[in-house]
């Protein structure tokens, strides 16, 4: 899935019991 795609690359981590995950990233925008 998309959100295991971004674990693996380390931008999310993994989910919690609650399926909640932790953003590692948050410059995700696409402004650059």
Do not use: T
Not at 15 to 32: P, Q, T, V, Y
């Amino acid at each position: 899935s998309l959100m295991e795609r971004m674990e693996q690359e380390g931008i999310v981590g993994p989910a919690n019991h609650a399926g909640k995950r932790e953003i590692l990233l948050d410059h995700l925008s696409m402004d650059d």
